[in-house]
């Protein structure tokens, strides 16, 4: 039995094109620091291996939190190729872990426990989600045994199509965070509220 444990990957070499403007959305400032600062501190604070993988822009705001060799820079070319290579890119990464959780760089709000709580999900379990009041959220996390097909992974749908093929389980969490992603202005306003409720 592998006693490796899961690695998480956080996947942070999308374009941005949502947000507008010209700063990328994982650069807006967020708390005390930003976006994807936010994202790979509640990372860290699983206690899990942690590797970030990103674009050469956003290697060094990913370098402020992680060590050089948790960062994976992936090309230009290879992020517009889509969620499913930059996934494939962090699982080859992480070769002999017992399993791979995913988590988007821009769901800063997602608590370690949560992340806990799916990683231990993946003992029992191929795949597995957080889910909040039924919704399902992120991460998702995979077992070992998927290693070779999320390592070839490409285009856009990242790893839906694995997801569909085994049976997932839905790990309850009481983390709204699970379900918040920035993609606009909006969900960035939104975002910083509640990161402020949670302080108080």
Known sequence: MNKTPPALIVLAAGQSR?????????????????????????????????VVVTT??????AARHLAAEDVVVV??????????HTIAAGVAARPHASGWLVLPGDMPLVQPAS?????????????????????????????????????????????????????AFGVDVDDPGVLMDVDTPADLAAAREALAAQAH
């Open 18 to 50: 949502r947000f507008g403007g010209n700063a990328h959305k994982l650069q807006q400032p967020m708390g005390t620091s930003d976006v994807l600062g936010c994202s790979l501190d509640h990372a860290a604070g699983s206690g899990l291996p942690v």
């Open 56 to 61: 050469a822009a956003l290697a060094p705001l």
């Open 75 to 84: 090309s230009d070319e290879e992020a517009r190729r889509g969620m499913g």
């Open 115 to 167: 992340i806990c709580a799916v990683a231990a999900a993946l003992r029992l379990h191929p795949v597995a989600y957080a889910q909040h009041q039924g919704r399902r959220g992120h991460p998702v996390g995979f077992a070992a045994e998927l290693y070779s097909e999320l390592v070839v992974l490409t285009g856009d749908e990242g790893a839906r199509r694995i997801s569909a093929r085994y049976p």
